[in-house]
Each structure stands twice: as C-alpha cells, then as structure tokens.
C-alpha cells in the first residue's frame, strides 16, 4: 500500500505570495491533518479533516487554510506570506477521526525569502 | 504551543549500548505515539499504545504508556549506526480529535 505523498517537496516563495500545498493519504484513510516543523517551535499541529471537515484546529493565523476533496486528498493554503512561515510541512492520515495511529508524508519544505 | 517534556534532547552513545528516553506532561493522554525522523524525511511511526501500563515492543524497541498516563518511556536495545536520528514522543487526547502533541525531540548519536 503507498504512503503519504506530498507534492512539491520543495518551494521558495517570495514574502506577500501565497502557496498550496497538497497531500494525498494512504488509500483508505479519511483522516488528514497538517503539522508545521521548525527548530524552535517543533512540530505544531495546524489543522485535521475528516470527511471534508475541518474538525480541530490548532493555535496559527487565519492565513493558513485548508480543505478535503471527497477522495480524502487535502490541500493547505498559506497567504501573505511572512518569514517566519518557513518550515517544512508535513500531512498526516489516518484510517478514522480520533484514530491515535497517524502517517507522516515526506513533507513540504516551504522558503520564504 | 503546548509541547511535552522529553529528555534527554540528545545522546551520543556506542554501538551496542542501550538507550532509553522518556516523555512526561501535566496533561493525560490516551494514546502514546513514538516517532523516528531521518534528515529531510517525515517522522515514521514506530510504536503506539492505547492503555495505562501498556507495554509494546517492536524489534529491538520497547516501549510503556506510563500508569499515570501522563508519561511514556522508549528503549533501543543493543543500538546500531542506523538507529541514528530524532526519536520524537507524541500524545493524543480523545476529546481533541486526531490532534498530536509533540515532545521536542531526542536526537540519537551512535558511535560505531
């Protein structure tokens, strides 16, 4: 069975740009959530959906969106770009909505010059 | 954000030697979930348990849902050069969905 896959790998944006970012689960899995990891904050929940609803979210602005397709495959959208919004961003699936086992993709490394 | 205390952050240590790291916080968790990150790649799950005082072991890894569940606990027996990496904990609460908090991580060293 494949993995998470996320595409692209990685991405250099400009300050004030936006970017989507997207994330397709492990076949069967209608859980997805995204995590941002940096090396002072670690890795900090964003965001979970469960069958195209948002169901938690976590403590980040209002720039960072996201969305559920019916085949589970999620995108994160991040506007207005600011410095500090470089990280890698990792998704994660699982089978149900407070499942406790959890994927991780390879992630999204995200520049923002 | 909230994150859990897990120590040590790093250790540098010789093949064949034993390790083992913990993960404590004032919250209780239902799930404890343990991770291991390679450079550039996504933490991969290595262990996960459901049930206070629950012991799993996976290979050469063991790991304890500790009975307050507000703890867990990670050995690597007889650690090898690939063992190398960051070991991050992870607890879940039931009633915040599939929401993960994260230890900061300890990063293995193993000297062959």
């Known amino acids: 069975k494949a993995g998470v896959t996320q595409t692209p790998r990685y991405l250099i944006k400009t300050r004030g740009q936006q970017v989507t970012l997207s994330c397709s689960p492990i076949s069967g899995h209608r859980s997805v959530s995204w995590y941002q990891q940096t090396p002072g904050q670690g890795l900090q929940f964003l965001f979970e959906y469960f069958s195209e609803t948002q169901r938690n979210k976590g403590n980040f602005p209002g720039r960072f969106s996201g969305r559920q397709f019916s085949n589970s495959r999620s995108e994160m959208n991040v506007s207005t770009l600011e410095l500090g919004d470089s990280a890698l961003y990792l998704c994660?699936?699982?089978?149900?909505?407070?499942?406790?086992?959890?994927?991780f993709g390879p992630g999204t490394r995200l520049t923002v010059t | 954000g909230q994150q859990l205390n897990q120590s040590p952050q790093s250790m540098f240590i010789q093949e064949g030697e034993d390790v083992s790291m913990n993960c404590t916080s004032s919250s209780i968790f239902n799930t404890w979930l343990w991770y291991k990150q390679d450079p550039g790649e996504g933490p991969v799950l290595l262990i996960a348990l459901y049930k206070a005082g629950e012991l799993t072991s996976n290979g050469r890894l063991t790991a304890q849902f500790g009975t307050t569940r507000k703890d867990s606990f990670l050995n690597i027996s007889a650690s090898i050069p690939s063992d190398v990496g960051i070991y991050f904990c992870a607890g879940q609460s039931t009633n915040a969905g599939n929401m993960l908090t994260f230890g900061g991580g300890t990063r293995l060293m193993v000297k062959p």
């Open positions: 994660a699936s699982s089978y149900g909505h407070a499942d406790g086992e959890q994927y």
